[in-house]
């Protein structure tokens, strides 16, 4: 059953948290008083039984801090987030808790583990050897102590991003160039004739990509670029601090070294050459791109500089003259309801999916909730929500929350998953649908592709449970969603004007896809400017120029810093567990790409291959290292070349 969030409130938020802490550490003194005859029963299932009951309480309490309208329970629930992720810190460092656990894996029935149950028990005794307990007692304390405060900078740096109510007011004449019905979204500034544009992303992206005045998108960027920087950029310098003074207390030398050693790409080493291997032929392409929106410019203002608020808006322009794609026009074409009909018709048919609209007690009256059924056999697989508007205070980017995690009950039946995606795309306004961008339907298939492995799993053990993966493979799955919106076939399924219902006309598709790779090398590059900044941030030089290294890590996108901004303070990966990580979502992306060429080889929506991907990939988990997913679903060892050719190298 659904849980009802129409009875929540940040009292009840408190008292739940209290109530399943209390449970959880019962659960944990079964361990400990386990004895030296202990059976998994003793030590391991209690494990799984207070991991599951932590990671529900967080979909019923510390998840109300990113969507619930009441800013009190917001609030509770950003409190309540920072006890249950303390909460996890202290067990991991609970020495009487690691002694009965290695005692038990030095144990006859441990010895006779396979499969999962083994692989359980040796993530188990890394968390633990993570937590420091191989070191002496006084570096153990400290590493607790640190990993403590990095559990409350996190929770204050997300909400001070989700709290910042910055805006830009610009007169109506500012507004030449941006889509019709923009202007309906927007609330009137405080001096006459003017009107405000917050930096949610409905605002900012129409304003960079169409706003002819560059005055407007320079404010506007700025603005954006500047959000929380006066109360974040302290959190993240400590922080990072606290990260290098972890990896001293192990030995290694960087926070990248041991964050890196149980992902795939193993070492910092790979991820620099990795970054490398891209760069050079990306700058030598980006170079040339650049040129041509400088001609632009130029014939514009008599400026040849282009800027960060600049390459957009050209971009934009290119794909108009270049190759006929106006995005507002294109937008006409994805009404946010039937492209939701696209994502749910076409999954459904490539994964032996149904789905079915439900009725929930949700958070807000503008969430909608769905039943996911097996196609073939009608049985119940999971639930999810979906949250898709911005509002005041809700969570500012895109991403998918489990809710409830699929796991193997002691009594045999399977717990169902229930998952949410939570986005912020375009609202309906002034009589009008909501109209997605291309991009936003981009990032809704993306999206999707977390929920589907979230709540696809069949993994007995939420331990390995749906996207409980390698960090560096995650992405991989939602990075495959992506393919199926460049392609005409898939597109003239579902995208058809708003008003007239007509397809949408095969040539503008045509164009479209055409267009992707224009200006593809200069948008990758911003990829590996901000990968390239967050392992720069945690490599092993000291001290840390934070300026410095964003000036290093910004020469990488070719175009110059904005004077007086500082976009670290609000990228969120930072502290959200992206840290020497966000390098992954190219590394999926060349993995998805991988994956996806079985698609491309046999059809892009063929069930066969769907229902491979969605038994090998999707419900297998964390079973099993990424690298061997990969291998068992193509058949092959992974490599690069799909990844390539899809960005013209």
Do not use: C
């Amino acid at each position: 059953m659904l849980f009802d969030y129409h009875d929540v409130s940040s009292d009840t938020i408190r008292a739940t948290v209290d109530e399943a802490t209390a449970d959880a550490e019962a659960l944990i003194d079964r361990i400990v008083e386990a004895g030296p005859d202990a059976r998994f029963a003793d030590v391991l299932a209690p494990f799984e039984e207070a991991a599951d009951l932590m990671a529900t309480t967080f979909g019923t309490t510390a998840f109300m801090g990113y969507v619930h309208p009441d800013p009190e329970v917001r609030a509770a629930g950003k409190d309540v987030e920072e006890r249950l992720s303390k909460w996890a810190v202290e067990l991991a460092f609970r020495e009487d808790l690691y002694q009965a656990v290695r005692t038990y894996a030095d144990g006859a029935d441990a010895a006779g583990l396979q499969g999962l149950g083994r692989r359980f028990l040796d993530f188990v005794l890394r968390d633990f050897r993570k937590a420091g307990h191989e070191l002496d007692a006084d570096s153990r304390a400290k590493v607790k102590s640190l990993t403590n405060r990095l559990v409350e900078l996190g929770v204050a740096f997300e909400r001070n991003i989700a709290e910042d109510t910055s805006v830009v007011e610009a007169r109506t004449a500012d507004l030449s160039g941006l889509p019709p019905g923009f202007s309906d979204s927007l609330e009137p500034g405080v001096e006459p004739d003017t009107w405000k544009i917050t930096m949610a992303y409905p605002h900012v992206i129409p304003v960079l990509d169409h706003a002819d005045s560059r005055d407007l998108r320079a404010r506007v960027s700025t603005m954006f670029n500047s959000r929380a920087t006066e109360e974040n950029r302290p959190i993240l310098e400590e922080a990072i601090a606290i990260r290098a003074q972890i990896a001293d207390a192990f030995g290694v030398p960087s926070w990248a070294h041991h964050q890196l050693d149980e992902k795939m790409a193993r070492t910092p080493e790979a991820v620099v050459e990795f970054i490398d291997s891209l760069r050079g032929p990306l700058t030598e392409a980006a170079r040339v791109e650049i040129e041509r929106m400088s001609d632009l410019l130029e014939a514009d203002s008599g400026d040849r500089v282009l800027q960060v608020y600049d390459w957009r808006y050209y971009d934009t322009r290119l794909r108009k003259t270049e190759y006929g794609v106006d995005q507002a026009a294109v937008s006409e074409f994805f009404s946010l309801e039937r492209v939701l009909d696209g994502l749910l018709s076409i999954t459904g048919e490539v994964f032996g999916l149904a789905y079915e609209r439900v009725e929930s007690n949700a958070w807000h009256s503008e969430v909608m909730t769905y039943l996911i059924k097996d196609a073939e056999t009608g049985r119940h697989i999971a639930h999810f929500h979906m949250d898709l508007f911005p509002r005041e205070g809700k969570f500012s980017h895109a991403a998918a929350f489990p809710l409830v995690q699929g796991r193997r009950l002691p009594d045999g039946t399977y717990q169902m998953p229930v998952s949410a995606i939570v986005a912020n795309f375009t609202k309906p306004a002034g009589g009008r649908p909501s109209l997605l961008t291309h991009q936003e339907v981009e990032t809704f298939f993306h999206e999707f592709g977390h929920i589907l492995h979230q709540t696809l799993t069949t993994v007995d053990l939420i331990r390995f449970s749906g996207t409980a993966t390698e960090r560096d493979f995650v992405e991989a799955p939602s990075q495959i969603m992506e393919h199926w919106v460049w392609k005409p076939d898939v597109l003239e399924r579902f995208a058809r004007h708003h008003e007239s219902g007509d397809p949408i006309p095969r040539e503008m598709v045509d164009t479209l896809t055409a267009a992707k790779q224009l200006n593809v090398a200069l948008a990758t590059l911003r990829q590996i400017q901000f990968a390239l900044l967050d392992m720069r941030l945690h490599d092993e030089t000291r001290p840390k120029d934070l300026d410095a290294i964003l000036e290093e890590a910004t020469a990488a996108a070719l175009l110059p810093m904005v004077p007086g901004t500082f976009f670290p303070a609000s990228f969120g990966h930072l502290m959200a567990g992206y840290d020497a990580g966000y390098y992954g979502y190219l590394w999926a992306e060349v993995y998805g790409d991988d994956m996806f060429s079985r698609f491309e080889a046999d059809g892009y929506t063929n069930p066969a291959v769907g229902m491979d991907y969605r038994r090998i990939i999707l419900e297998q988990g964390g079973t099993k290292d990424g690298m061997d997913l990969l291998r068992e679903f193509l058949g092959r060892e992974p490599n690069n070349e799909a990844f390539l050719r899809n960005l013209g190298i």
